[in-house]
């Protein structure tokens, strides 16, 4: 999801591929490795020392997991997560990576130096993590080799002016990244802050995937990539409003054919009347065919005069889309993140009914992730990349320190549920 971090200025001397050591900062952590499956629903906490104690100094946000649900990645604030950790300082994030199969912690961004690091993602075949990272004053986007260690700049050869990127999106070979490009100057005509850019790493090219925009004071952030990289879905945003909907639609969501150089609107109507208020956080499926996304828009289905935001589900190939409700009829719920199939989300349930839930499309089933220890609902929040291929395991941050016992530290937390 797109994350707004201010003007920042300077440029790293980093350039191209940043060499580093085979497997750097690869520690013991967190006690033995996961035990093999079959012992039923369950959650276990993910950010723990080596140890097998409790995080301290800071909370820990942004889990994704690997399509096989081995590796999971996070942020934190944390200091006592892998031995010699000297990033310190007040809410400095580090990206970590854990290795459920070895038992293993790493700190990703140790190399780059001290700074902010955040928002991982994980390509699908498990091999990559990209990532922002703070560097010589100025965020960029770093993709690294979970076998060799190896780490890359992944936001090169973009527009003139744009040395910045944020925010990355990965293909399921890892080959694509979809991120916001980051201008230093003066903004262009008509757009305010970042475009949508796709980087090749085998052919070193990138190229821009965002649309041209028709109205003034236009943005773009919240990039998502196909498993084969040739579709990326984004929103586009003004601070102002006035999109095709009217004044009230502040934003919208696009998708973009690399092959063709198709750009398409998606929060439209079935007959493609634009939504008529804003809409978010788009998520596409692995093969492309279906994106969801967060609207408060009225129109683009039939929604009743209360509610504030619904889930919309769009089939890219036959133009149909549907509202999602939330769980037990619930009005409010986010899709968090989306299947390869298009077949499940991950969806937080709001207002009535707290909670982070697998909602399975075909068969209406609604499965909790965020239990209390007393089996009830609680509240809870996921990234994109929360939720494993099969659905059967979503990782997810909360405050709340009854998900599991003994949870002491007063802090957020990153949980991984087994739903089975």
Same mark, same amino acid.
């Given at each position: 999801?797109?994350?707004?971090?201010? &003007?920042?200025?300077?440029?790293?001397?980093?350039?191209?591929?940043?060499?580093?050591?085979?497997? =750097?900062?690869?520690?013991?952590?967190?006690?033995?490795?996961?035990?093999?499956?079959?012992?039923?629903?369950?959650?276990?906490?993910?950010?723990?020392?080596?140890?097998?104690?409790? +995080?301290?100094?800071?909370?820990?946000?942004?889990?994704?997991?690997? +399509?096989?649900?081995?590796?999971?990645?996070?942020?934190?604030?944390?200091?006592?997560?892998?031995?010699?950790?000297?990033?310190?300082? +007040?809410?400095?994030?580090?990206?970590?990576?854990?290795?459920? *199969?070895?038992?293993?912690?790493? #700190?990703?961004?140790?190399?780059?130096?001290?700074?902010?690091?955040?928002?991982?993602?994980?390509?699908?075949?498990?091999?990559?993590?990209?990532?922002?990272? %703070?560097?010589?004053?100025?965020?960029?986007?770093?993709?690294?080799?979970?076998?060799?260690?190896?780490?890359?700049?992944?936001?090169?050869?973009?527009?003139?002016?744009?040395?910045?990127?944020?925010?990355?999106?990965? $293909?399921?070979?890892?080959?694509?990244?979809?991120?916001?490009?980051?201008?230093?100057? !003066?903004?262009?005509?008509? %757009?305010?802050?970042? *475009?949508?850019?796709? *980087?090749?790493?085998?052919?070193?090219?990138?190229?821009?995937?965002?649309?041209?925009?028709? %109205?003034?004071?236009?943005?773009?952030? $919240?990039?998502?990539?196909?498993?084969?990289?040739?579709?990326?879905?984004?929103?586009?945003? $003004?601070?102002?409003?006035?999109?095709?909907?009217?004044?009230?639609?502040?934003?919208?969501?696009?998708?973009?054919?690399?092959?063709?150089? %198709?750009? #398409?609107?998606?929060?439209?109507?079935?007959?493609?009347?634009?939504?008529?208020?804003?809409?978010?956080?788009?998520?596409?499926?692995?093969?492309?065919?279906? !994106?969801?996304?967060? $609207?408060?828009?009225?129109?683009?289905?039939? =929604?009743?005069?209360?509610? *504030?935001?619904?889930?919309?589900?769009?089939?890219? #190939?036959?133009?149909?889309?549907?509202?999602?409700?939330?769980?037990?009829?619930?009005?409010?719920?986010?899709?968090?993140?989306?299947?390869?199939?298009?077949?499940?989300?991950?969806?937080?349930?709001?207002?009535?009914?707290?909670?982070?839930?697998?909602?399975?499309?075909?068969?209406?089933?609604?499965?909790? =992730?965020?239990?209390? &220890?007393?089996?009830?609902?609680?509240?809870? &929040?996921?990234?994109?990349?929360?939720?494993?291929?099969?659905?059967?395991?979503?990782?997810?941050?909360?405050?709340?320190?009854?998900?599991?016992?003994?949870?002491?530290?007063?802090?957020?937390?990153?949980?991984?549920?087994?739903?089975?």
């Amino acid at each position: 999801m797109g994350v707004d971090r201010g &003007t920042r200025s300077g440029r790293p001397t980093l350039t191209g591929a940043v060499a580093v050591a085979v497997l =750097v900062g690869a520690v013991a952590a967190g006690g033995p490795p996961a035990a093999a499956g079959g012992q039923g629903p369950r959650t276990e906490r993910v950010n723990t020392a080596p140890d097998g104690s409790e +995080a301290v100094g800071g909370g820990s946000y942004n889990a994704a997991i690997s +399509a096989d649900g081995r590796y999971v990645a996070f942020d934190s604030e944390a200091d006592n997560l892998v031995p010699g950790d000297d990033n310190d300082g +007040a809410l400095v994030r580090d990206v970590f990576l854990r290795d459920r *199969r070895t038992g293993t912690t790493r #700190r990703l961004n140790a190399p780059l130096g001290h700074g902010n690091a955040d928002l991982a993602t994980i390509s699908a075949d498990g091999r990559y993590v990209a990532f922002n990272a %703070e560097t010589g004053g100025r965020y960029h986007v770093y993709v690294y080799e979970i076998r060799t260690g190896r780490l890359e700049r992944a936001d090169l050869g973009m527009d003139t002016g744009y040395d910045g990127g944020e925010s990355p999106a990965l $293909s399921a070979d890892g080959r694509y990244v979809a991120f916001v490009g980051r201008q230093s100057a !003066v903004p262009p005509e008509k %757009e305010e802050m970042g *475009r949508i850019y796709v *980087r090749d790493r085998r052919t070193g090219t990138t190229r821009r995937a965002s649309r041209v925009p028709a %109205e003034e004071g236009r943005a773009f952030d $919240s990039p998502r990539i196909s498993a084969d990289g040739s579709r990326v879905v984004y929103r586009e945003r $003004s601070r102002r409003g006035g999109g095709p909907g009217g004044d009230r639609d502040w934003a919208d969501i696009h998708l973009a054919d690399l092959r063709t150089g %198709e750009q #398409r609107q998606i929060d439209t109507t079935a007959d493609g009347l634009p939504a008529t208020s804003g809409s978010t956080d788009p998520l596409i499926s692995a093969d492309g065919r279906t !994106v969801a996304f967060n $609207s408060a828009a009225k129109n683009i289905v039939p =929604v009743p005069d209360e509610a *504030r935001s619904y889930v919309f589900v769009r089939n890219t #190939r036959t133009g149909a889309i549907r509202r999602v409700d939330g769980i037990n009829g619930n009005q409010y719920a986010e899709a968090d993140a989306i299947g390869p199939d298009g077949r499940r989300l991950l969806l937080h349930s709001y207002g009535v009914e707290y909670g982070l839930y697998v909602k399975d499309l075909k068969t209406g089933q609604d499965t909790l =992730v965020s239990p209390g &220890t007393d089996g009830k609902p609680r509240a809870a &929040t996921a990234g994109p990349d929360g939720m494993t291929a099969d659905g059967r395991k979503a990782v997810f941050e909360s405050h709340l320190d009854d998900l599991v016992a003994g949870d002491t530290n007063h802090e957020t937390d990153v949980f991984l549920r087994h739903t089975r």
